[in-house]
T-cell receptor
């Protein structure tokens, strides 16, 4: 079965500290993986996708097929990145599977 | 066109009533998705349209749920005989053609079933 696991409901880091939001997936084929972000009172929006190998707002994510992970990283946290982050998978169909989300709180 | 539009934003209904939500996607987008999100959970896929064709439907979508996209533009999601467990945020997203298109989400319709 396709599944996305985000083990942390809440991650608190101090401003300037590195950030790593964990995402593990379960899928037997080659998945397409995404990170979505929802800032306070805003809509859910795409942050990045592994196929593009892009870096957005200093965030990167590497697909590790051996560990079935797609962790989101940022070297230095800023207060404006406090938000809800969702990892999502699309595997072979039109259906997207989202994780339960991690709330990132950057402390001053 | 300022993005995906959903109407109403909030709906309060009594158990057993029928409700209908509308989604207007970004105009050039041919793909449309419906999701349901409950507190503490991520969006849960309900159904997918490509133009007017409903190509995928979650098993979560019971017989009480139906979705349409009659002319390949706006879509409606109807819930018949609502139950308290249907209380959730219903999200719509649209995307353009392409192998891995970006989904643009609406603000959602929050349903409360009393």
């Amino acid at each position: 079965a396709q599944r996305v696991t985000q083990p942390e409901k809440l991650l608190s880091v101090f401003k300037g500290a590195p950030v790593e939001l964990k995402c593990n997936y379960s899928y037997s084929g080659s998945p397409e993986l995404f990170w979505y972000v929802q800032y306070s009172r805003q809509r859910l929006q795409l942050l990045l996708r592994h196929i593009s190998r892009e870096s957005i707002k200093g965030f990167t994510a590497d697909l590790n097929k051996g560990e079935t992970s797609f962790h989101l990283k940022k070297p230095f946290a800023l207060e404006e990145v406090s938000a809800m982050y969702y990892c999502a998978l699309r595997g072979g169909t039109y259906k997207y599977i989202f994780g339960t989300g991690t709330r990132l709180k950057v402390l001053a | 066109d300022t993005g995906v539009s959903q109407d109403p934003r909030h709906k309060i209904t009594k158990r057993g009533q029928n409700v209908t939500f509308r989604c207007d996607p970004i105009s050039e987008h041919n793909r449309l998705y419906w999701y349901r999100q409950t507190l503490g959970q991520g969006p849960e896929f309900l159904t997918y349209f490509q133009n007017e064709a409903q190509l995928e439907k979650s098993r979560l979508l019971s017989d009480r749920f139906s979705a349409e996209r009659p002319k390949g533009s706006f879509s409606t999601l109807e819930i018949q005989r609502t139950e308290q467990g249907d209380s959730a945020m219903y999200l719509c997203a649209s995307s353009s053609r392409g192998p891995v298109p970006n989904q643009y989400f609406g603000a959602g319709t929050r349903l409360s079933v009393l």
